[in-house]
C-alpha cells in the first residue's frame, strides 16, 4: 500500500523553526521526485517547495524568501521541510506528495500536518 | 508567477447533473494543466493531467479540455461523491493552483 505520512507539525511561536517529516512507503522513492504543498484555513493550495529524485536540485516559493528549505534522505525514505523565521501566515496543513517532475503534477499525498503560528 | 482563475467559485447542482468548471490561466501553459478534488479535511485527489488525460482508476464521467489559457473540468452525471472542491493547477512554470470551485447540492 502506498502511503505518505507527513510528522513533525504542532503550535509554534512567530520567529520560531519547525521540521516536517515525511515517511513513505509503497513505491520506490528514489525515483521520484517530492513536493511540499500547504493549505491555509478555509483557503486554496499553495505549492511550497519540491526536489529531485537524488536531491540535487531544490526549488521553494519566491514568497518565502528563503526560510523554507527542502531536502530528502533516500535511504530513510524520507522527505523533510525546514521552516525558519515562521510568521503567522505560515499557519496551515502541510502535504507531502509526490511530484512526477518538471511540468508536471501531484499524484500521490499524505494526509497532511497542521502547522500553527502563534503566540 | 502565472495567475490561475476558475470559475465560478461555488456552484450548485443535484445527482445526476453535469457541471463544467473553467479555469483560465493568466499567460498560455499549453496543456501543463492538472485538476484535483478534495473533499473536507482530506488530502487532495489527482484527477486529471496534460489538461484531457484522465488518471487510472479516476471514473470516465470526469473529463477535461482545453489548451492554451483556457480549461475546462466537467462532470458528467454527477455522484453524491462528487461533491467537493476542486482545483486547477498550473505546470508549464512553477507550480500554481487555482483558487478552487465548491461544488455544492442544491
Known amino acids: 500500500e502506498v502511503q505518505l505520512v507527513e510528522s513533525g507539525g504542532g503550535l509554534v511561536q512567530p520567529g520560531g523553526s519547525l521540521r516536517l517529516s515525511c515517511a513513505v512507503s509503497?513505491?520506490?522513492?528514489?525515483?521520484?521526485?517530492m513536493a511540499w504543498v500547504r493549505q491555509a484555513p478555509g483557503k486554496g493550495l499553495e505549492w511550497v517547495a519540491h526536489i529531485s529524485q537524488d536531491g540535487s536540485q531544490e526549488e521553494s516559493a519566491a514568497s518565502l524568501k528563503g526560510r523554507f528549505i527542502v531536502s530528502r534522505d533516500n535511504a530513510r525514505e524520507s522527505l523533510y521541510l525546514q521552516m525558519n523565521s515562521l510568521r503567522a501566515d505560515d499557519t496551515a496543513i502541510y502535504y507531502c506528495?509526490?511530484?512526477?517532475?518538471?511540468?508536471?503534477?501531484?499524484?500521490?499525498w499524505g494526509q497532511g500536518t497542521l502547522v500553527t503560528v502563534s503566540s | 508567477d502565472i495567475q490561475m482563475t476558475q470559475s465560478p467559485s461555488s456552484l450548485s447542482a443535484s445527482v445526476g447533473d453535469t457541471v463544467t468548471i473553467t479555469c483560465r490561466a493568466s499567460?498560455?501553459?499549453?496543456?501543463?494543466l492538472s485538476w484535483y478534488q478534495q473533499k473536507p479535511g482530506k488530502a487532495p485527489k489527482f484527477l486529471i493531467y496534460a489538461a484531457s488525460k484522465l488518471q487510472s482508476g479516476v471514473p470516465s464521467r470526469f473529463s477535461g479540455s482545453g489548451s492554451g489559457t483556457d480549461f475546462s473540468l466537467t462532470i458528467s452525471n454527477l455522484q453524491p461523491e462528487d461533491f467537493a472542491t476542486y482545483y486547477c493547477q498550473q505546470s508549464y512554470q512553477m507550480p500554481t493552483f487555482g483558487q478552487g470551485t465548491k461544488v455544492e447540492f442544491k
Open positions: 509503497g513505491f520506490t522513492f528514489r525515483s521520484y521526485s
Open positions: 499567460q498560455t501553459i499549453d496543456i501543463y
Open positions: 506528495a509526490r511530484w512526477r517532475g518538471h511540468q508536471s503534477e501531484f499524484d500521490l
